[in-house]
């Protein structure tokens, strides 16, 4: 450990420089400064929240899961849907929404078929989505 010696100062580590910077007090403050700042942090971090989601993206989100799940289970297909670009959302009567795009099927062994799907979308009467009249046909 490397000391301090040069005439008329006692000896002292020199690792402890930062300590004499600020005097006693002064480290409390800092500390309380710090602490106050994460505080305030949290109460800026709790207030926040997440961006909402789009309507156009709830509805293709619950179209691809009710593809998902209408699809043969026994078959173990991963799915690649289309985007938002290729995805169609069309309002039809009575708050009904047609959505349209393609899946990607994919095999266990890789094997892939592009696949067209649509279906119809409302809310029932506890506000929850509903889909009807799935189809998936090949391209």
Known sequence: MQTDSRIGIRERPLHRWWMA????HMWAVLILLLAS???IGGFFLARTSPPKESFATVLMKTSRNAV???LNEDLKLKADFSDAQETSIVEESNGKFMVRGWVDLIAEDGRM?????SC???R???GAWVANDITIMPR
């Open 68 to 70: 998902l799940l209408s």
């Open 120 to 122: 119809v979308l409302h």
């Open 113 to 117: 078929t592009r696949q067209n799907y």
């Open 37 to 39: 700042l994460i505080v």
């Open 124 to 126: 029932n009467n506890d």
């Open 21 to 24: 910077a600020l005097p006693k």
